[in-house]
């Protein structure tokens, strides 16, 4: 039987090459999940602008947790869509800015951070306005979504300047 002799210069490239390869393929599926995510994002937004509250309720999880405010929690997806139904009816909503500042995966949970204004224009006349502010949205995956993924906690941060 022959002997097989590693130097420790080898077993240090095959460690690098194998530590490479494992980080390569938990970055391109974070990449995946990063864009599912976006994706996600963009179908809620073009759901708000169209006043769309069954397209809305699909990417939240039944057991959502939203606090809105100070004092606005609203907990569970019915919840949710009763708080917005009123705002719906009397204004059109378009967001003005979404930055994404970051976004944090782990397995089968994205955590969102993201800077918005939201435009909201009266549908019978009267001033609008517009709400801006910092938002932390918890993604969990839900074979029930559109694209596999619904918020499941978000707390938004109105911004004071």
């Known amino acids: 039987m022959a002997k097989i002799r590693f130097r420790l210069s080898d077993i240090f490239l095959l460690t690098l090459i194998l530590t490479l390869c494992l980080s390569t393929k938990t970055y391109s599926q974070n990449e995946k999940v990063k864009s599912e995510i976006l994706k996600t ?7 708000f602008s169209k006043g769309d509250l069954e397209a809305i309720k699909s990417f939240h ?12 929690l609203q907990t569970g997806r019915e919840a949710v869509i009763d708080g ?9 909503l378009d967001f003005v800015e979404n930055k994404v500042e970051s976004i944090l995966i782990q397995g ?4 969102e951070q993201t800077l918005f204004s939201i435009k909201g224009t009266p549908k019978k006349g009267g001033e609008g306005f517009i ?18 993924w619904a918020t499941i906690r ?8």
Do not use: C
């Open 131 to 148: 709400f801006s502010g910092r938002t932390m949205v918890t993604y969990i995956k839900y074979k029930k979504s559109p694209t596999g």
């Open 84 to 92: 917005l139904r009123g705002t719906l009816e009397g204004y059109t």
């Open 41 to 47: 994002g963009e179908l809620i937004r073009a759901a």
């Open 154 to 161: 978000e707390i938004i941060q109105q911004a004071t300047n």
């Open 61 to 72: 999880h039944p057991d959502v947790i939203k606090a809105l405010g100070y004092k606005n």
């Open 108 to 111: 089968d949970i994205a955590i």
